[in-house]
């Protein structure tokens, strides 16, 4: 079975651009999470989506957003990109029913010049 | 204070000894526990998901969780130098993840 896949592996931008970030879950999970990974402050939640629907966010700007497609598979776009949003963006999935364990992808890796 | 504490890290021990690590949780409404195994460069891979107080096994590894002292350990044991990764603590509540800062363990051959 095949997990979850992230793309680009690693992507390199400049402040003020807009970075687009991708992920395909699980066969069979409908729930995809986005997570920021940065240097000294662990996994944070940044967003909840599950039957193509936000369901939840963290204390992220809205320059933070995404969208899930009807196959599932998620992308999180930041726009206007700082410094500090230079991160390890991680994608997890998860089935749709309660309290099932959420499968991290490899992430991405943001960085901004 | 934060919802998650670790215990301070890293930790470097010898091949063959047991790895003890734990961390504490402020939050009583968390519900699931889990343990993450994270290599340098890949993402997070779930070791150990646990619900109610008490010991679960998996091979080498057991989880431990003490509700009503809100501490949950992980505990390695026979470590080998494939163990050395970082290790995060993660505590669910409704959808919602919270992590841990993450320990280092080096195992040394």
């Known amino acids: 079975e095949a997990g979850v896949t992230q793309s680009p592996t690693h992507l390199i931008k400049t402040r003020g651009q807009q970075a687009t970030l991708r992920c395909s879950p699980i066969?069979?999970?409908?729930?995809v999470y986005w997570y920021q990974q940065a240097l000294g402050l662990g996994l944070q939640f940044l967003l909840w989506?599950?039957?193509?629907?936000?369901?939840n966010r963290g204390n992220f700007p809205p320059r933070f957003s995404g969208r899930q497609f009807p196959n599932y598979s998620s992308e999180l776009n930041v726009n206007a990109l700082e410094l500090e949003d230079s991160a390890l963006y991680l994608c997890?999935?998860?089935?749709?029913?309660?309290?099932?364990?959420?499968?991290f992808g490899d992430g991405t890796r943001l960085s901004i010049l | 204070q934060k919802e998650v504490e670790k215990d301070p890290g890293p930790l470097s021990v010898p091949e063959g000894a047991i790895v003890s690590l734990n961390c504490t949780y402020s939050?009583?409404?968390?519900?699931?526990f889990m343990w993450y195994r994270q290599y340098s460069r890949k993402g997070p891979e779930l070791l150990m998901y646990?619900?109610?107080?008490g010991n679960k096994e998996d091979g080498r590894f057991t989880a431990q969780v003490d509700k009503s002292s809100k501490y949950i350990s992980l505990f390695i044991r026979d470590s080998q130098p494939s163990d050395s990764a970082t290790y995060l603590c993660?505590?669910?509540?409704?959808?919602?993840?919270?992590f841990g800062a993450g320990t280092t363990v080096t195992v040394r051959a």
């Open positions: 997890a999935s998860s089935s749709g029913t309660d309290y099932q364990p959420q499968h």
């Open positions: 066969s069979g999970h409908t729930s």
């Open positions: 989506y599950d039957e193509g629907e936000e369901r």
């Open positions: 939050n009583s409404a968390f519900q699931y």
């Open positions: 646990t619900y109610s107080s």
């Open positions: 993660a505590m669910r509540f409704d959808y919602k993840l919270s």
